[in-house]
């Protein structure tokens, strides 16, 4: 006889849906791999077939990572914006708005409903907070929240296997001198600030205890409701809040003799973890409505998210060169920030040679991602 409760039924599915992730994660074509982003992969089949989680898990999933996100880039953050801050705000915010435009040009004129629409957008983007923020925005209509999940979960690979070719095939087909620009990229990396005097007070060893400020505060922040005249309102959410949170806890570093610094071997893990939670959910649901929304727009979609994916990207490097005089590999970290593609980082630095590139990428990402966050709950109004 084999029995087995509810609960536990729902947490072997989650990791059953989690190692199948990462074994599809680490097949690598041509050099290319999906890694953790397999997991939504997954999931999205396994939704196909009615599995469902509790929404609770993806908030916790989405909260983890992006306070994780914030802590991590809080010391270097306002560091590198005094340097080059008004390009990378520039760079982000045309960025989220080419995007925007293309998207609204494809509910107005393709005719695409917009909760795919943006679910394609933000699958363009590789954007997990934007997507939270796009399902957020139509929290309480289950039907558009799938379909926001279905469009992602369309998107999502080819976005992220188009970023990484870009970013792989740009410096070969301009021939960079990669030795220059790493040493350009060397002279500009401004690193974390060194504070005279760190927090006596620690509540403990590994700094969980600032992760929970941040997600606790954060998602306080992220309640509060500002009208925007002629619009309606708009909130932070449970991405936007906890990720200025965390930048403000990481840039801080201490409050008084309270010592905030987070353990580096900490926050990678929970990254990971809040994506896990995040990825299992968001799939699920998206799988659910996947096979329909295929089934009734084809490959119109597909032409529409790669458009969405190419587009803002190759605009963004090209003034980054040439208005904003950015060193290539400057540019282009700007834009794997821009465009929140953590797997374009990482070919990125495998190309480059140099981890000096996720300084800028540190930089861009929070910047991205609260145009992401605003950007989605305006669309949602379109």
């Given amino acids: 006889m084999f029995s087995m409760q509810e609960a536990a039924v729902t947490v072997a599915l989650m990791f059953a849906i989690t190692a199948l992730g990462y074994a599809v994660g680490a097949v690598k074509i041509k050099g290319v791999s999906l890694g953790s982003s397999a997991i939504f992969l997954v999931a999205l089949v396994f939704g196909h077939f009615g599995v469902t989680f509790p929404a609770a898990m993806q908030t916790a999933g989405m909260v983890l990572f992006i306070a994780s996100v914030g802590i991590s880039a809080g010391p270097t953050f306002a560091g590198n914006l005094r340097r080059h801050g008004a390009a990378y705000v520039l760079l982000c915010l045309l960025t989220a708005l080419t995007g925007a435009a293309l998207c609204v040009a494809m509910i107005r004129l393709a005719g695409i409903e917009t909760p795919i629409a943006m679910g394609l957008m933000t699958g363009a983007y590789t954007t997990s907070p934007g997507f939270a923020s796009a399902k957020e925005a139509f929290a309480g209509n289950a039907d558009a929240v799938a379909k926001v999940a279905a469009g992602y979960g369309i998107m999502y690979p080819l976005g992220t296997l188009g970023k990484v070719l870009f970013v792989q095939l740009v410096p070969k087909l301009l021939k960079t001198d990669m030795a220059r620009e790493r040493e350009l990229l060397r002279q500009t990396e401004t690193a974390a600030d060194r504070r005279k005097k760190l927090g006596t007070v620690r509540l403990e060893p590994m700094g969980f205890f600032t992760l929970a400020l941040a997600i606790a505060c954060g998602m306080l922040l992220g309640g509060v409701t500002v009208p925007l005249p002629g619009i ?131 930089t861009t990402y929070p910047i991205a991602l609260i145009n992401m966050v605003l950007v989605m709950q305006l669309l949602a109004r379109v």
């Fill in 232 to 362: 309606g309102s708009f909130s932070l959410g449970n991405s936007g809040g906890p990720l200025l949170v965390g930048l403000l806890l990481g840039h801080l570093g201490r409050v008084g003799p309270l010592d905030l610094r987070v353990d580096p071997k900490v926050v990678g893990p929970v990254k990971e973890l809040g994506l896990i939670l995040f990825f299992t959910g968001a799939g699920t649901e998206g799988g659910s409505r996947l096979a329909e929304i295929v089934e009734r727009y084809g490959a119109s979609l597909i032409f529409c998210g790669l458009l969405l994916t190419f587009i803002p990207m190759a605009m963004g490097f090209f003034l980054s060169q040439r208005l904003f005089r950015l060193s290539a590999l400057n540019g282009l970290a700007a834009m794997t920030g821009g465009m929140t593609s953590t797997p374009a980082l990482a070919a990125m630095i495998q190309t480059s040679g140099t981890t000096a590139v996720a300084s800028t990428y540190a």
